[in-house]
């Protein structure tokens, strides 16, 4: 299998065609946690990126809005709103991933010029630099305005607004970063929006530090409950403001407390990629979230013993003294991958048939185009940009007689016209091999050594008269 395929510069999410089919095809059940009542609902807070729209996909949950958010960055409708930005949703969600959203949070988490940018396109990472802060990349990063690539060329040349999450060490993981070119508006070339933890608090001259960072504070004003006299070293805020001439100072012009992600003993859900995993103390962190797992913590589609740093999982629990107490954690690790032609498209059930396979499509689901032909290149949103005919890559987990789908890459063309399969042995005869509720005839090729269970890699290829047909031995 190739793996390269899977990890390019640009992942987009995908928005769900039709609310109505989300139950039918794995919108994305979001579980219970401790709130859950009679009716089956629970109620508290999730925090995620946007993964889709109509109305939003927060954690793999549609929560209907009114429409408003409420924010203090210039986003006001849900139509301002992009895939990628992190929300704050109060409201009620029930196992089927259908909420109802009480109210709608965004908050920028940086803002301001860029100093630097690197990009690795292999490794699909890289990371930015503004306003004195270390902003990490990677292959979940939703990018709007510019590439990474043409950011890590001429970083100067541009200035960012930042969604994501500021981690313990004081740096930031970019979930959406959206680059406008220095020069298309004159009126905020300077405006920035720093947030971090107070240090280095000179009262006397009105200045502080955020990792290294200076803020000016003699013209700010404290914005809601929030008083200046509450300055403290270790306090972390969020600060507002413009850079001075050198770019060098940022001159505060509102100052507030940041808000918690969480309310104490809010029933809560969360996801993002595991960090500071202590097995012996059954701790993690994801998104600077302490997680705390016991003797009750239910595991779906992952196991304790596969939580290791860099493991992307959703969990759902209670928050207490600062603490994510863990009721149910989800994995969302792929164990299959196919390479293929898109043969049918079911737009009402988001349903691909790529070489046989039956793939499955979620709000979940991230896509990508390496057509470098293709004007839609890394602006793929949903999947009316596919066509019959398209070679695809997919990823994503193996179900009874589907591939549910956890990222999706358009190629430009197939290497060999043969198509690949990742995945395990459903059955084995003495003509055929089955996959996925797919029968590929062995074509004189052998399965020897191989049993129902196995995971094989298997190519094939289609007859004129429809069949498939191995084109190798599946090896394990």
Request: glycine fraction near 12%.
């Amino acid at each position: 299998m190739k793996r390269n395929g899977l990890s390019k510069a640009i992942k987009l999410v995908l928005v769900g065609t039709l609310a109505g089919g989300l139950a039918a095809c794995g919108g994305g059940g979001s579980g219970s946690s401790g709130s859950v009542g009679a009716s089956g609902n629970a109620e508290g807070t999730s925090v995620g990126a946007v993964t889709g729209f109509g109305s939003v996909y927060v954690n793999g949950t549609r929560f209907a809005t009114d429409g408003s958010v409420s924010s203090d960055d210039g986003i006001e409708r849900e139509g301002q709103l992009e895939k990628g930005m992190v929300l704050k949703i109060k409201g009620d969600w029930d196992e089927r991933g259908q909420g109802q959203a009480d109210a709608v949070f965004y908050d920028d988490t940086l803002r301001g010029p860029l100093v630097a940018a690197t990009w690795d396109a292999t490794a699909s990472t890289g990371q930015l630099e503004l306003l004195g802060q270390v902003v990490v990349l990677n292959n979940q990063t939703v990018f709007r305005g510019a590439t990474p690539v043409e950011l890590a060329a001429a970083p100067a040349n541009y200035r960012v607004r930042v969604s994501g999450w500021r981690l313990d060490d004081g740096s930031f993981r970019a979930s959406f970063v959206g680059a406008r070119l220095l020069g298309s508006d004159f009126d905020d070339v300077n405006e920035a929006e720093l947030e971090g933890v107070v240090q280095n608090l000179d009262a006397q001259l009105q200045t502080f530090t955020i990792n290294g960072f200076t803020v000016d504070y003699t013209s700010a004003v404290a914005d809601d409950d929030f008083s200046l006299d509450q300055l403290e070293n270790g306090l972390a805020v969020e600060v507002e403001g413009q850079l001075n001439a050198d770019g060098d100072v940022l001159l505060a012009e509102e100052i507030d407390d940041e808000d918690d992600l969480f309310d104490d003993n809010d029933d809560v859900e969360i996801s993002g990629d595991i960090y500071d995993f202590d097995a012996s103390a059954r701790t993690f962190r994801i998104n600077g979230v302490l997680v705390q797992l016991n003797a009750e913590t239910e595991f779906d589609d992952i196991s304790e013993g596969s939580l290791q740093d860099g493991v992307f999982v959703k969990v759902e629990g209670d928050f207490r003294n600062n603490t994510l107490l863990a009721e149910e954690v989800e994995g969302r690790e792929g164990d299959a991958e196919l390479d293929g032609i898109i043969q049918q498209i079911d737009l009402d059930n988001e349903l691909l048939v790529v070489s046989g396979v039956r793939v499955q499509l979620t709000a979940n689901t991230l896509i990508d185009d390496d057509d470098s032909d293709n004007d839609l290149r890394n602006r793929v949103d949903d999947i009316n940009a596919f066509s019959v005919g398209d070679y695809v890559e997919v990823e994503g987990r193996q179900r009874t007689d589907h591939l549910e789908a956890f990222t999706i890459e358009r190629e430009d063309s197939d290497e060999d016209d043969n198509f690949e399969l990742e995945a395990r042995i459903d059955a084995i005869s003495d003509t055929s091999v089955t996959v996925m509720n797919l029968e590929i005839l062995l074509n004189g090729f052998s399965v020897a050594g191989l049993q129902v269970g196995d995971e094989a890699e298997v190519e094939y290829d289609q007859t004129i008269g429809g069949e498939y047909v191995l084109t190798a031995n599946p090896e394990n």
